[in-house]
């Protein structure tokens, strides 16, 4: 009676542990929405199929103008988690949280933690490089395009990969072992870009706006001048002529255009120096073939290289 007694105990209890796993394995997907698509892709490669996330911003858009919807309001008001990259560069989100009064919804600042580089961000400096403002404390003085170096990424994902683990503790570990297999795609990802880059004697580039030293400085390239420094404003007849004279004295070879800014003004640097223009995306998706960071990733650093040579 005793043995048949403790078998049925056993029995009952592995029913219930089924029941439970069953119960996390079938749980509806956690709500995530990110401010960007690259924070969405993140938030994808660490969640999978227990996350339904939401981009507020396609990649077409920019995401220093973006304008909220009353559907963004409505989807921030359902999540559990917002993921933003912080820095000052999503100037509107503050405000969208607010009106979405979600009192549960943890925020996410992804570019915790990561050395930041300065010089000319677009909507917080003048042509000089002065701060025009600063609303998020000290930290939003620095570029806030921190995604666009690998080594960075890993950094964010980290962030994305523990608050995902607050929300949902049962799916904890599933989401850490997604960060370690990706992270070594990003790892796998840098060697080799770094070392393709290195064969390029002349590694000096024109950008349309600072969204580029990260991915500058991590791949060895050399940015001598910014078309604009401050979105929303047209560049002066000085600076223009200034990036003229820098082409041609330093045989630039490359000017970066980005599919979210008009392409009207890198044209004509072109037509007038001799370069050529290259259309590179900040953000997944603006482009056929970078529909996630990964191939955003090698379709820059293959387009540059296949320019620089």
Not at 83 to 90: P, Y
Not at 211 to 239: N, V
């Amino acid at each position: 009676m005793i043995g048949r007694h403790r078998s049925g105990a056993w029995i009952g209890l592995g029913s219930a542990l089924g029941l439970v796993f069953s119960s996390i394995a079938h749980a509806a997907p956690l709500p995530v929405v990110a401010t960007l698509p690259v924070l969405a892709d993140f938030v994808r490669v660490v969640g999978g199929e227990h996350v339904r996330v939401t981009s507020l911003i396609t990649g077409l858009e920019s995401e220093h103008t973006y304008t909220p919807k009353p559907s963004d309001i409505q989807a921030v008001h359902e999540a559990a988690v917002l993921v933003k990259v912080g820095l000052g560069l999503e100037v509107w989100v503050n405000g969208l949280i607010k009106n979405a009064e979600n009192p549960r919804l943890l925020v996410v600042e992804t570019s915790q933690g990561i050395p930041l580089m300065r010089g000319g961000e677009s909507h917080g400096h003048d042509e000089d490089g002065r701060d025009l403002h600063n609303d998020e404390g000290p930290r939003a003085g620095g570029n806030p395009h921190v995604w666009l170096d690998p080594e960075n990424a890993q950094v964010m994902i980290r962030h994305i990969s523990e608050a995902l683990g607050r929300a949902d503790p049962e799916r904890r570990k599933l989401y850490l072992a997604n960060q370690a297999a990706y992270l070594k795609q990003l790892d796998e990802l840098q060697r080799s870009f770094v070392q393709q880059f290195k064969t390029i004697p002349n590694r000096k580039i024109i950008t349309h706006h600072p969204a580029w030293p990260y991915f500058a400085r991590r791949f060895g390239l050399e940015i001598r001048g910014d078309i604009f420094t401050q979105i929303g404003s047209e560049p002066s007849a000085k600076r223009l002529a200034g990036l003229i004279r820098t082409i041609r004295q330093e045989h630039i070879r490359v000017i970066v255009s980005e599919p979210q800014l008009s392409p009207k003004i890198p044209r004509a640097l072109a037509e007038e120096t001799g370069a050529t223009v290259v259309v590179l995306t900040p953000l997944p998706g603006a482009l056929p073939g970078t529909d996630d960071y990964l191939s955003m990733m090698r379709y820059n650093a293959t387009t540059l290289i296949e320019a620089l040579r």
